[in-house]
């Protein structure tokens, strides 16, 4: 899929409903996420978009070594979710917010470690090299998105948490396995632009 397709498709069809069902029962404190695409042509890789991801660090307390969006809890002098979720990008990987068209959001999700995270999505209009925060990004890596297309390569698995069942998302990719609120709010993605 080009952008211009996912611009289409994603502008077209406002669909807020959510694959993901976990309640925290406490508290949230606010997040955002950058779900960044940008074109690569390669003779390495497929065509058509590609989706940014990063596999945290090992050490970090919350989802070590596990594979996520750049992004991070809100500060005190983010002027909005947009803004965190940019200033994050840039703190973790170097992505410069001028070369980054944001062109919506997803519905808010309730993570395990206590945060309401929302996605940010936007296109990298820029490719450039990106620079990892080595405290906090052990890999910066892209996927196309043509993978999470395919039904095929989404798994949902039951798992039951103070009584409650919820369901939780996979998207294996070559050695990667993207799980859980990542895999989720993908999974939001692609059911809006299908």
Same mark, same amino acid.
């Given at each position: 899929?080009?952008?211009?397709?996912?611009?289409?498709?994603?502008?077209?069809?406002?669909? &807020?409903?959510?694959? $993901?069902?976990?309640?925290? !029962? #406490?508290?949230?404190?606010?997040?955002?996420?950058?779900?960044?695409?940008?074109?690569?042509?390669?003779?390495?890789?497929? &065509?058509?978009?590609?989706?940014?991801?990063?596999?945290?660090?090992?050490?970090?307390? $919350?989802?070590?070594?596990?594979?996520?969006?750049?992004?991070?809890?809100?500060?005190?002098?983010?002027?909005?979710?947009?803004?965190?979720?940019?200033?994050?990008?840039?703190?973790?990987?170097?992505?410069? !917010?001028?070369?980054? &068209?944001?062109?919506?959001?997803? !519905?808010?999700?309730?993570?395990?470690?206590?945060?309401?995270?929302?996605?940010?999505?936007?296109?990298?209009?820029?490719?450039?090299?990106?620079?990892?925060?080595? &405290?906090?990004?052990?890999?910066?890596? #892209?996927?196309?998105?043509?993978?999470?297309?395919?039904?095929?390569?989404?798994?949902?698995? #039951?798992?039951?948490?103070?009584?409650?069942?919820?369901?939780?998302?996979?998207?294996?990719?070559? #050695?990667?396995?993207?799980?859980?609120?990542?895999?989720?709010?993908?999974?939001?993605?692609?059911?809006?632009?299908?």
């Amino acid at each position: 899929m080009n952008k211009d397709e996912f611009l289409c498709r994603f502008n077209l069809k406002q669909n &807020n409903e959510s694959c $993901h069902n976990y309640q925290h !029962p #406490h508290p949230l404190k606010s997040a955002a996420v950058l779900i960044a695409l940008f074109e690569h042509d390669s003779i390495y890789s497929c &065509n058509g978009l590609q989706v940014l991801l990063t596999r945290r660090a090992s050490h970090l307390k $919350h989802h070590p070594s596990q594979i996520s969006f750049p992004g991070g809890k809100v500060e005190r002098t983010d002027t909005d979710l947009i803004h965190t979720a940019l200033r994050e990008a840039q703190e973790e990987i170097g992505l410069d !917010p001028k070369t980054v &068209n944001v062109i919506g959001q997803l !519905p808010s999700y309730e993570i395990i470690s206590g945060y309401q995270v929302t996605p940010i999505v936007a296109i990298i209009n820029t490719i450039q090299p990106f620079q990892k925060d080595e &405290n906090e990004v052990n890999e910066i890596f #892209h996927v196309p998105l043509q993978h999470f297309l395919h039904e095929n390569n989404h798994q949902i698995f #039951h798992s039951y948490r103070n009584g409650y069942m919820h369901n939780v998302h996979f998207y294996p990719y070559r #050695h990667y396995n993207i799980w859980g609120a990542t895999a989720a709010m993908m999974k939001d993605l692609i059911n809006r632009i299908k």
